[in-house]
């Protein structure tokens, strides 16, 4: 590390006001910001200080992901293995080769074999999204003269999570570049945006390419380099056109993540993990989080009392709501977001509660788009500054009342 530091301040002055390069400056400050601490720190007791900065929170929120990651790359191998195994899938001689070469067979019982083969939908996918990610946000912030945020960090570890392993990656950069311009950039950037940057990136590609991210044939990673994929529908589309779908299905399998899936959507478990540490860093609100489980139950109970006749929907238990689809990575990561969700105590239960009732609402009356987290976090991201202002404007008052005034 200190052959770096040395070669950052070799290089300063020439991207200094006045130097050679100054145009590049945002882009040295995010290097060495991102390897170091920031060179210009409060060093006098005139302020409040924190050991959290907006960088680690950033960096706790990335290693909260991490049991998302390791289940992301393994699921997805592991679902290409049980189809190569049932011969459903043909193979690219590349791939063939590659296998031979590091001597592993395709077997969905050989966890490297699962993480290997994953990797090879995972990895191009989360490259394309940092390259295209990245860039944006080094030209924005060179054009307005500011510093490259860290915020793009959690956006880049969330795109690669939300979207299907056969997504052609010529639309994981359209959608990448996409959801952060008109989902950040034209607001400002970091901290200036309402709406969750992945979210918007998942939605244009949703109605985009809706072939590409719905149905039954993206889920199983089979298409690769021009391969055709093997399809199979996910629990949460099986519920929504047959009646006891759910019945033969393994709760547990799903609570795990052996599921298709978005990449990153499949595990409960997973998610919950990274919610144990955002919740003890108190990076992540577990008041969001909590309303969000509250108003899923409230919302799929009072729909069970109406029967599952007219719609099989119906008839599905909170239970079941909470392992499929990505209701528990949008509950964890998403409605947590500091920026676009409300920020006041009271005001993170009732944006919880409407997320979580609106996700069950939508998957349950919509039946050509059964998973509903996605709407239901972009639509109350819109209302959450409404929901903080009243909740000020209530807490205000009660003080008011309080001191007689």
């Keep these: ?41 409060t060093r006098t007791g005139s302020h409040v200080r924190d050991g959290m900065d907006y960088k680690r929170m950033m960096f706790l929120v990335v290693i909260a992901l991490q049991p998302c990651f390791v289940m992301a790359t393994w699921n997805t191998g592991y679902q290409a293995c049980l189809a190569i195994e049932a011969g459903a899938v043909p193979l690219s001689d590349w791939q063939n080769a590659l296998f031979q070469w590091l001597g592993l067979a395709y077997s969905s019982g050989n966890l490297f074999s699962c993480l290997v083969l994953g990797l090879l939908y995972f990895l191009p996918m989360f490259v394309v999204i940092h390259v295209v990610g990245l860039g944006i946000e080094i030209i924005n912030a060179q054009m307005r003269g500011h510093e490259v945020s860290e915020g793009f960090l959690v956006s880049g570890a969330l ?19 996409f959801g952060l311009v008109f989902g950040k950039e034209v607001f400002g950037g970091t901290g200036m945006n309402f709406l969750n940057p992945a979210l918007v990136c998942r939605a244009f590609l949703f109605f985009a390419y809706p072939a590409y991210i719905s149905g039954d044939a993206p889920w199983i990673a089979a298409d690769f380099m021009g391969v055709d994929g093997f399809t199979g529908a996910t629990l949460l589309a099986q519920a929504a056109v047959t009646p006891g779908a759910l ?52 919302m799929a109970a009072l729909l069970n009392l109406l029967g599952s006749d007219s719609n099989p929907m119906f008839g599905v238990p909170w239970h079941w709501h909470m392992v499929i689809g990505g209701w528990a990575l949008g509950t964890v990561f998403m409605t947590t977001d500091p920026v676009s969700s409300s920020y006041t105590d009271s005001g993170r239960w009732i944006y919880g509660f409407g997320i979580g009732a609106l996700c069950i609402l939508i998957r349950t009356v919509n039946p050509a788009y059964p998973e509903g987290m996605m709407l239901a976090i972009l639509f109350m991201n819109m209302f959450a500054p409404l929901i903080d202002h009243f909740a000020i404007r209530r807490n205000v008052a009660r003080r008011l009342a309080r001191s007689g005034a």
Excluded at 21 to 35: G, M, P, R, W
Excluded at 160 to 176: H, R, S, Y
Excluded at 271 to 281: N, R, S, W
């Design 159 to 177: 795109l690669p999570l939300i979207l299907p392993p056969t997504m052609p990656l010529w639309q994981v950069a359209l959608g990448t570049a």
């Design 1 to 41: 590390m200190q052959f770096l530091r040395d070669m950052l301040d070799k290089i300063a002055p020439e991207v200094e006001k006045g130097g050679r390069f100054s145009k590049l400056a945002s882009t040295y400050e995010a290097i060495d910001t991102l390897a170091f601490s920031p060179g210009h720190v």
């Design 247 to 298: 019945d033969d299905a393994s709760w547990m399998d799903a609570f795990l993540g052996v599921i298709p899936g978005s990449m990153g959507e499949t595990s409960a478990l997973a998610c919950l993990l990274g919610a144990g540490l955002l919740i003890t860093t108190q990076v992540g609100s577990w008041r969001t989080m909590a309303g969000t489980a509250i108003g899923t139950i409230v």
